[in-house]
């Protein structure tokens, strides 16, 4: 089910810049995930946070979690063109751990 | 071995046809899903199974039956679909459902176009 928001839905940035995106979600959370998906193909698992944790790294990803605002963000920093995809954010419910999908953020580096 | 396989790629087919979609994990799991996913949209959840019984339909038409005939496999039966029904299917696993982590694999996804 999806009940998430995120924004931007779309940003374009330049190679080497920053790109950070949000998602705000409904429910209590267990943790919070997101994934990448490349034009037309699968989803891939980038970073866990959960409910007890506020800030969290994996090589170039940042990801913050604020639950009193029920919100997160994703820093991806000195972006490459392969960064080029839609990234979602996956709130996973701590009532009955059912996954919400966030709107998704297409995301494109220009080398 | 971290992979979800599905197959096939792509595939056309006419609404009175009846056709398969296959999936194929060894990670074992013991959780599997499908989605739904329509250009510029999220993944919709159709159904989820754990220990290979069906769990969760998302109130998805009869036109599409799951089936998991083994821990390691699940397929996507298709008939009398209709246009609308064009979307990238993808299937998924974890290693149990509810599964507290809630980590999900996914495939490289099933191209449906039906005419």
């Known amino acids: 089910s999806q009940q998430g928001e995120e924004d931007p839905q779309a940003l374009s940035i330049q190679e080497g810049e920053n790109a950070t995106m949000n998602c705000s979600y409904k429910?209590?959370?267990?943790?919070l995930q997101w994934y990448r998906q490349n034009s037309g193909r699968g989803l891939v698992h980038l970073i866990l946070?959960?409910?007890?944790?506020r800030e969290k790294h994996s090589g170039r990803l940042r990801v913050t979690l604020d639950t009193s605002k029920k919100s997160s963000s994703l820093l991806i920093t000195a972006s490459r063109a392969a960064d080029t995809a839609s990234y979602f954010c996956?709130?996973?419910?701590?009532?009955?751990?059912?996954?919400?999908f966030g709107a998704g953020t297409t995301v494109t580096v220009r080398a | 071995d971290t992979e979800v396989t599905q197959t096939p790629k792509h595939l056309v087919m006419g609404m009175t046809n009846k056709k398969s979609l296959k999936c194929e994990q060894h990670?074992?799991?013991?959780?599997m899903y499908w989605y739904k996913q329509k250009a510029k949209k999220p993944p919709e959840l159709m159904f989820v199974?754990?220990?290979?019984?069906?769990?969760i339909n998302e109130s998805v038409p009869s036109r599409f039956s799951p089936e998991c005939p083994n821990s390691s496999l699940l397929n996507l039966h298709l008939h009398a679909l209709q246009p609308e029904d064009s979307a990238l299917y993808l299937c998924?696993?974890?290693?149990?459902?509810?599964?507290?982590?809630?980590?999900?694999?996914f495939g490289e996804g099933s191209r449906l176009t039906v005419l």
């Open positions: 998924a696993s974890s290693q149990d459902w509810p599964s507290v982590t809630g980590e999900l694999f």
């Open positions: 429910t209590s959370i267990n943790n």
């Open positions: 946070i959960r409910s007890n944790e």
């Open positions: 996956v709130a996973v419910s701590s009532n009955d751990y059912k996954l919400s």
């Open positions: 990670m074992g799991h013991r959780a």
């Open positions: 199974y754990s220990y290979e019984k069906l769990s």
